[in-house]
């Protein structure tokens, strides 16, 4: 077993014990902890996927079946898990320093850096989807090349032109604040109270 999965293997144990012992005692920091730890095992589920080139997962449509990532699709895959760690990590801080509503907040008056991360997962997720898995290109020709162009090609399109405005209103919102209002950026202010 390679070190980084006996890590986040013995992580995971320890975040599911405290998230586990949170609710019986009643106990929010050991609840906080254990979302936490969970936040760092998909951390080091990322940094494996870029250190290694390769990330298999449990199919989302079958158990006995993987989706093996390897090359770009598994450092694409590595960003995403370091993406979903860190927001995690980010939520239980806010939730034990009781300041999640002040952040929200902060985030509907100026969410370009949220914008931008936001692009980044979703252009990881383009990434990930028109390069495909190693099952993917198994098969006959024309089962690959049909894959290829309705479960790869096309999801990925769209969500690469996702991230492109996503990254554009990010970059608009940091640089030039107001004209991002005028657009219509304010909406979010009015309508979350902030």
């Not at 929010?28 to 080139?53: H, N, S």
Request: with cysteine; glycine share 14%; proline share 2%.
């Amino acid at each position: 077993m390679k070190p980084l999965t006996f890590l986040a293997i013995v992580i995971g144990l320890i975040g599911v014990l405290c998230l586990f012992l949170g609710q019986w005692l009643s106990l929010d920091i050991l609840t906080y902890a254990g979302f936490g730890l969970m936040g760092l095992v998909a951390i080091v589920i990322g940094l494996e996927a870029l250190i290694t080139r390769r990330l298999v997962q449990v199919s989302r449509y079958s158990r006995r079946a993987n989706e093996t990532y390897v090359g770009v699709a598994a450092i694409a895959q590595g960003v995403i898990f370091i993406i979903m760690g860190l927001f995690f990590i980010g939520i239980a801080f806010a939730a034990y320093m009781n300041s999640g509503r002040e952040l929200f907040l902060h985030f509907i008056r100026h969410p370009g850096l949220a914008l931008l991360v936001f692009g980044l997962f979703l252009l990881m997720m383009a990434i990930s989807a028109i390069a495909g898995t190693v099952e993917d290109k198994e098969g006959g020709r024309f089962e690959v090349y049909l894959t290829l162009l309705t479960s790869r090609l096309l999801p990925g399109l769209i969500l690469l032109a996702l991230a492109a405005g996503a990254f554009g209103l990010g970059l608009l919102e940091i640089t030039s604040p107001q004209a991002f209002d005028q657009m219509g950026g304010g909406f979010l202010e009015v309508l979350f109270g902030g």
